[in-house]
């Protein structure tokens, strides 16, 4: 059984650390969640944070106002150390300082590379901090936006069944292609700089917009299963 830490960065709650909770965690307005939030923005269940083989899992439970990670909504989502979770006006640190230093030096950033929190020596009580971590915001809370993988690709899931891997090439291969035909046909402007536009026929930008709208369906559809 996992165990998470979760600080309060923005909300009533502010400055609230939640440390060793045993997964599942639920995250909401009722008092029978494992972490209470108090905002009217909140669900009454809204979030919950769960184990499996190995990974830690945020899944929205069809909140009204949904639930963000570093500023991108999700439904599902693996956790990182160093992410922020945004559930409706607050902000949740998730890691302890021990965790995202470690998830840092794998990644090969420095600490401020995961999150846009002021980086110094102090933390935020204002008392010295080995992680020379200080989980002060540095924007507003509806500005936050970050890479939602700062360290590159995504590893692919493991144990997956043969058809399951036939099932998962087939939609690759869909994307690749589609995302194939877009980069065969697209022609930059002569002397390029920095400034410049790609042209990209018209039939293969609608089919970039119908991808989007196709991969937004896969991940509606994935994130519903259960």
């Known amino acids: 059984m996992a165990q998470v830490t979760l600080s309060v960065l923005e909300g009533l709650e502010r400055g609230r650390v939640y440390t060793g909770l ?44 949904g639930s963000r990670v570093n500023g991108h909504p999700v439904q599902l989502r693996v956790l990182q150390p160093g992410d922020h979770l945004q559930i409706g006006r607050c902000i949740l640190l998730y890691g302890s300082d021990e965790q995202i230093l470690e998830h840092a030096r794998r990644l090969g950033v420095e600490v401020s590379a995961l999150a846009p929190l002021t980086y110094s020596t102090e933390s935020a009580s204002g008392r010295d901090s080995d992680s020379g971590y200080s989980v002060v915001p540095q924007r507003p809370v509806d500005g936050i936006e970050l890479p939602l993988f700062p360290g590159g690709a995504p590893d692919l899931p493991l144990d997956l069944s043969p058809g399951d891997r036939a099932r998962l090439c087939d939609v690759l291969a869909f994307i690749h292609e ?12 002569q002397n390029p700089t920095a400034r410049s536009f790609v042209d990209v026929p018209w039939n293969r930008w609608q089919n970039m917009m119908q991808l989007e709208k196709d991969i937004a369906a896969y991940l509606r559809q994935i994130a519903d299963t259960d």
């Open 178 to 189: 589609r995302l194939r035909d877009i980069c065969f046909e697209s022609a930059e402007t």
């Open 22 to 65: 045993d997964t599942p965690v639920t995250i909401g307005r009722e008092d029978d969640n494992t972490v209470q939030l108090n905002d009217e923005r909140i669900s009454r269940v809204h979030a919950k944070i769960q184990e499996d083989r190995g990974q830690v899992i945020l899944t929205d439970l069809n909140s009204t106002n």
